[in-house]
């Protein structure tokens, strides 16, 4: 995942507004040249207008990313954060702009919690687009009942624009098990339904799971046919401490991979230092002060558990992907290689080194590594994208049918399993920007901060190549509340 935040400073006096924009960056996807413009008293509304810049981007017959764009505001000086809501559903809806440059459609979902921005005709290479604008409701975000809004009230108001690569995976069907040698892997069948309870007769949904797995109990259990978005990229040490400079300080104290942390009597862990362990340069001094990505923001970030991972969907307004869907954006719609990676075979080249640490364009050595594992010599997770070029194919770059990044080796992708009662609870329902007071995930149905009904695929940067295939599922229905250097995090979004 590759993401952007821009900061901007809203002095309010009669609902006039002023901006200021510090730009920052991370990995390849900018935003810059913020500006509220299109106030209106009236309707409680303003047009954030942005330019917008991300590499690497595509749309063709078979699929195209996109980037998830949110808007997070502060009305007390960046103590406290919220998540702004947008005004209308739909694709291009009435106010908001596509802007200049390259041809971008937006998408905003039911719940106006963000938007897609997509290509809007085939084409690749770098999308650069200028005054796009966001129709925000503020109006809807009241925070008394008397409906006086905060954005009215308030005389520093302080805004937030996140953007997150993704990838879009179309609806159809496609096979679940390579028929290969994975530990558990799912009987090989075609998954050709939406509806997880009648799926068809012998495949993983009805029947053919390893001993003691049953079908999901509802039937808008996540089972891969439906189209949703993945994160191109896991979560990155950047991205993370983006998140984690927005909660509070209570929220903090359980958020904080750099300690050793006990919650809901789950002991969380942590990596136990301030200093660089295992490639994480994350760093925090305690209570309500920022933490630091230090030198490797760039770099997948490790030490997320469970919770830490459900906690940034629901803050983000993503949802955590099931086992099914990490299937379905490895393998696409070709038929199944036995013992296949995500790039769809079984050859591989171990990062045995790295070249740039820490830099945006941080590599690996040799030249011809496409995944890392077995602990053959990087000390940890490479950044997000390490093997793309843009001359790279699926094999060289390690990426799947879609394009989605490091789904076998680097981190653990966590997901809903499929192998307990719990898992199968799923209803797929998205984060709507809002975390309990201690820092976790509210979402109805998602598993606990006891992490009962997550599991582990696509292995790590320290296991053996084997843990990488696209099918094994020896830690599917593992439950591993705790934090470790092995483990990442990537979030899905059902689409709109």
């Known amino acids: 995942m590759r993401k952007y935040v821009f900061c901007f400073l809203i002095s309010v006096f009669c609902l006039l507004f002023s901006v200021f924009c510090p730009l920052t960056h991370a990995n390849n996807i900018a935003v810059s040249n913020v500006t509220l413009t299109g106030q209106s008293p009236s309707a409680s509304t303003a047009k954030a207008q942005f330019d917008i810049t991300w590499n690497n981007s595509w749309r063709n017959n078979i699929n195209y990313d996109a ?24 694709t291009n809806p009435a106010g908001f702009s596509q802007g200049t440059g390259s041809g971008l459609d937006i998408m905003v979902p039911v719940d106006n919690k963000g938007a897609f921005l997509q290509r809007s005709a085939d084409g690749s290479g770098t999308v650069s687009t200028t005054a796009v604008q966001f129709v925000w409701d503020w109006g809807s975000d009241k925070l008394s009942s ?43 069948t075609l998954i050709n339904t939406a509806t997880a309870t009648t799926a068809p007769s012998g495949s993983p949904l009805a029947g053919g799971y390893p001993s003691g797995q049953t079908a999901p109990a509802n039937a808008s259990w996540s089972n891969g046919y439906p189209a949703f978005y ?24 359980i958020r904080d991979i750099t300690g050793n942390v006990t919650d809901d009597s789950v002991a969380y862990g942590g990596k136990n230092s301030q200093a660089t ?3 994480n340069t994350v760093s925090w001094a305690g209570g309500s002060d920022s933490a630091s990505a230090g030198t490797n923001q760039y770099v997948a970030c490790n030490y997320l558990c469970w919770s830490d991972i459900v906690a940034f969907a629901d803050w983000a307004g993503l949802r955590p992907m099931t086992e099914l869907e990490y299937e379905k954006a490895c393998r696409g719609t070709l038929d199944p290689v036995a013992d296949e990676y995500a790039w769809g075979s079984t050859a591989i080249t171990a990062a045995t080194g790295i070249t740039n640490s820490g830099a945006i364009n941080e590599t690996a050595s040799p030249t011809t590594a496409n995944c890392v594992y077995n602990n053959s010599g990087t000390g940890g997770p490479l950044r997000g994208g390490f093997a793309a070029t843009s001359t790279s194919s699926r094999a060289q770059a390690g990426a799947s049918y879609y394009g989605v990044m490091e789904l076998s080796g680097n981190l653990w992708n966590r997901s809903v399993t499929i192998g307990n ?26 598993p606990g ?47 709109p």
């Open 67 to 90: 980037a998830w764009v949110f808007v997070k505001y502060s009305t007390d000086g960046g103590t406290t954060w919220a998540h702004a809501t947008l005004k209308t559903s739909g």
């Open 421 to 446: 009662s719990t898992g199968r609870a799923f209803t797929g329902i998205h984060g709507d920007g809002v975390l309990s007071a201690t820092g976790n995930a509210n979402t109805t149905n998602w």
């Open 277 to 279: 362990v295992y490639r």
């Open 146 to 188: 008397d409906g006086v809004t905060a954005i009215a009230a308030s005389t520093s108001t302080r805004v937030k624009v996140y953007a997150v690569e993704m990838v879009y995976i179309p609806q159809g069907a496609f096979y679940a098990g390579s028929g290969g040698t994975g530990t558990s892997e799912f009987t090989k």
């Open 449 to 495: 901060t006891a992490a009962t009904g997550s599991g582990f695929r696509g292995g790590n940067w320290s296991y053996a190549s084997s843990y990488g295939r696209v099918s094994a599922r020896s830690s599917a229905a593992d439950t591993g509340a705790g934090r470790s250097n092995r483990y990442g995090g990537r979030c899905v979004r059902t689409s």
């Open 230 to 253: 993945s994160m191109k990229y896991g979560i990155s040490q950047g991205e993370w401490v983006d998140f984690f400079n927005t909660l509070t300080a209570a929220q903090k104290a």
